[in-house]
């Protein structure tokens, strides 16, 4: 009967209570491609009614399911139990957030980074396009990775950056600043720069990929970072460029 079982030690938080944090575990009967969700909800139903954990559309979309599931950053909807291999599983909420309530998170520090970067379009004041604004092919291709991210946190639950300071934007965020700073429809693309130029900003990133290991949607934040570190060294060099190209013009007059 045993090998029949699934065993769940979830990390409760309730700041209500004394301890505020401790381990439940649940045992529930394996099925057949259930996922981890699936198993939540089922322990919730039958043994639980107290368990917390957030979710939504079930389908990958909407990032609410993220947790740890034995030390990985995981989405429940999408964890197929059986893959894992194992039959016991340690549940905890994503790390380097606020708690709320058992596995739900604060995501407001996230989502304050998300908007301190203006991610929308916006035309120089007081013009209106004419026509739909087109864009290469080649284009498109580079900049469709980087709007597949789904706000979940998961890489900021692996992020050593953001674990030590609270203020880094992060992965997820840097990745959707390059997005917009590529996009060629985007007027704006030096004022994103100045926005992510600082230790807060892609100078902040350690650059060890983690991120990009547990991204769900393959979503690649460290080349953002990198390139958007590129931009900003290109856009500093402008103004040398320019100088010394109005020397050179200079010199050539007066040889004429």
Known sequence: ?????????????????????????????????????????????????????????????????GMEVNGKPLLACRTILEKLGEDSFFIEPLHNFPLVYDLIIDMTPFFKHYSSIEPYFDNPEGTQPVSEFLMDEEKRKEIDPYIQCIHCGLCYSTCPAFGRNREFLGPAILAKAYRFYADPRNERFRKVLYKVNGLHGVWGCDTVYKCERVCPKGVLPTHGILKLRKGILNNKFIPIKAFFKKCSDKFLRRSK
């Open 1 to 65: 009967m045993k090998d029949k079982l699934l065993t769940f030690r979830i990390k409760r938080y309730n700041k209500n209570k004394t301890p505020s944090e401790w381990i439940e575990t649940y045992r529930i009967e394996k099925k057949k491609g259930m996922n981890l969700l699936e198993a939540l909800l089922q322990i919730r139903d039958e043994q639980d009614g107290s368990l917390g954990f957030r979710y939504s559309c079930r389908g990958a979309v909407c990032g609410s399911c």
